[in-house]
């Protein structure tokens, strides 16, 4: 009898001993060392699995502030003001007269902060940059075919004539039917006076009544005033605006490489200044100046 109880407390004792070790080794397992790929990078967690998650990288917790008019601002493509605050800064950012070699360095910049900007084109050799403008998510827009001062201005039949060439070929390339259009030198040019005394005034009632609405600008670039204006001269009258909805006056040409090179600063001064950026269609500011012909 006495050897049979002390062989049983023997196996008791034996079997408390491997339920101790197999408890140690579970618990050593859960504190092995683990390593995480985390946003590029590597880093080490050391821990339970609880503890893990305790400890997982805090930086990738989503944010819980409200987004900012500025990193909305950021993010613009395809929005309108309907999608905005009441009041919100406006930048419309516009393109004359390309496409260009340049454009595809202008959407690259426009891409980069989530801008949506305006192209008001003619003919040109990058046709394919048309297509680009649109797959960007920007408004395209007419400018007239050939930008003929002498040709366009000498009668309403020339301007309609060469606004529906232009017109067709945005829709060949793009499928888009514009009805957005920007007389060349703006509504308020006085070059058509000689060439055609009152065209104008003909003009911004037959475009609307044609179901076109056209625009001007209310700040101007000026980096059509010369060859190479420098780009510290177009960012400085670039950003020397305040309004609340600003019609920004550029230019799309091969020659314009200093716009290009003041583009970001340009975006960059209007997001500080809390700016959304979007593109114009039918029911965005016209910053119509007045017709002087
Ligand atoms: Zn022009």
């Known amino acids: 009898m006495m050897n049979t109880s002390f062989e049983?407390?023997?196996?008791i004792c034996f079997r408390l001993l491997l339920v101790l070790a197999l408890c140690l080794t579970v618990t050593a397992c859960s504190r092995n060392e683990a390593t995480v790929e985390q946003s590029g990078q590597f880093m080490e967690i050391i821990g339970t699995p609880d503890e893990q998650h305790m400890?997982?990288?805090?930086?990738?917790?989503?944010?819980?502030?409200?987004?900012?008019?500025?990193?909305?601002?950021?993010?613009?493509i395809g929005l309108t003001e309907?999608?905005?605050?009441?009041?919100?800064?406006?930048?419309?950012l516009t393109f004359d007269d390309g496409p260009s070699s340049n454009t595809p360095k202008i959407l690259d910049i426009l891409d980069r902060y989530g801008c949506g900007a305006t192209f008001f084109v003619m003919k040109?050799?990058?046709?394919?940059?048309?297509?680009?403008?649109?797959?960007?998510?920007?408004?395209?827009?007419?400018?007239?075919?050939?930008?003929d001062f002498e040709d366009v201005y000498e009668s309403t039949d020339n301007y309609f004539a060469d606004l529906e060439r232009i017109s067709n070929v945005v829709f060949d390339k793009t499928g888009v039917r514009s009805k957005l259009i920007r007389f060349p030198g703006g509504s308020s040019n006085t070059r058509s006076r000689s060439i055609c005394e009152g065209i104008m005034t003909e003009l911004?009632?037959?475009?609307?009544?044609?179901?076109?609405?056209?625009f001007?600008?209310?700040?101007?670039?000026?980096?059509?005033?010369?060859?190479?204006?420098?780009?510290?001269?177009i960012l400085e009258a670039s950003t020397s605006y305040t309004q609340n909805k600003i019609v920004l006056l550029l230019h799309d040409t091969n020659q314009?490489?200093?716009?290009?090179?003041?583009?970001?600063?340009?975006i960059e001064h209007y997001i500080d200044q809390g700016y959304y950026?979007?593109?114009?269609?039918?029911?965005?500011?016209?910053?119509?100046h007045g017709v002087l012909n």
Not at 218 to 230: K, L, Q, R, T, Y
Not at 256 to 266: G, N, S
């Open 8 to 11: 049983k407390r023997i196996q």
């Open 55 to 76: 400890m997982y990288n805090p930086t990738t917790e989503p944010p819980t502030e409200e987004p900012t008019i500025a990193t909305l601002g950021t993010n613009c």
């Open 82 to 92: 309907k999608d905005l605050p009441e009041d919100a800064k406006v930048m419309y």
């Open 124 to 147: 040109s050799d990058y046709e394919d940059q048309y297509k680009n403008i649109v797959d960007h998510g920007h408004s395209i827009a007419l400018h007239t075919y050939s930008h």
């Open 204 to 214: 911004v009632d037959e475009v609307e009544e044609r179901g076109y609405a056209y």
């Open 216 to 233: 001007d600008w209310n700040a101007d670039s000026e980096d059509a005033s010369g060859n190479n204006i420098p780009s510290s001269r």
């Open 256 to 266: 314009k490489d200093t716009t290009v090179e003041a583009l970001p600063h340009i």
């Open 277 to 288: 950026f979007l593109s114009l269609n039918e029911n965005s500011p016209t910053a119509h």
